[in-house]
């Protein structure tokens, strides 16, 4: 069975630190581009940033540059995500997705082929 699973989520103050996980199983993310979304109540589901299959293409969405870092392990079959300077704006339930190709190629939800079932982040004020 082909799947993501999320990890790291939970509860934070405002300016705290949270660090998510992505874990593949039944494939291997070598060939794809991962990219986190997240989804607040009542909202859009929005691309917070992307990496590329050999992690020398990163981008993020203006809200979180400078704050949040994205980064992966192919040995490990996993894409990180590291938040750092959280506000309470943050707050969303987080997904990774994975798009077959190399390259980031933006947001488009319907690029993506594999999703998780996502993680929810809580900033408090």
């Known amino acids: 069975q082909l799947r993501l699973a999320e990890s790291g989520g939970g509860l934070v103050q405002f300016g705290g630190s949270l660090s998510l996980s992505c874990v593949a199983s039944g494939f291997t993310l070598d060939h794809f581009a991962i990219a986190w979304f997240r989804q607040a109540p009542g909202e859009e589901r929005e691309g917070v940033s992307c990496?590329?299959?050999?992690?020398?293409?990163?981008n993020y969405a203006d809200s979180v540059k400078g704050r949040f870092t994205v980064s992966r392990d192919n040995a490990k079959n996993t894409v990180y995500l590291q938040m750092n300077s959280l506000k309470p704006e943050d707050t969303a339930v987080y997904y990774c997705?994975?798009?077959?190709?190399?390259?980031?190629?933006?947001?488009?939800?319907?690029?993506?082929?594999?999703w998780g079932q996502g993680t929810q982040v809580t900033v408090s004020p």
């Open positions: 990496i590329s299959s050999s992690t020398s293409d990163t």
């Open positions: 997705a994975a798009d077959w190709g190399h390259y980031c190629s933006g947001y488009a939800i319907s690029e993506y082929d594999y």
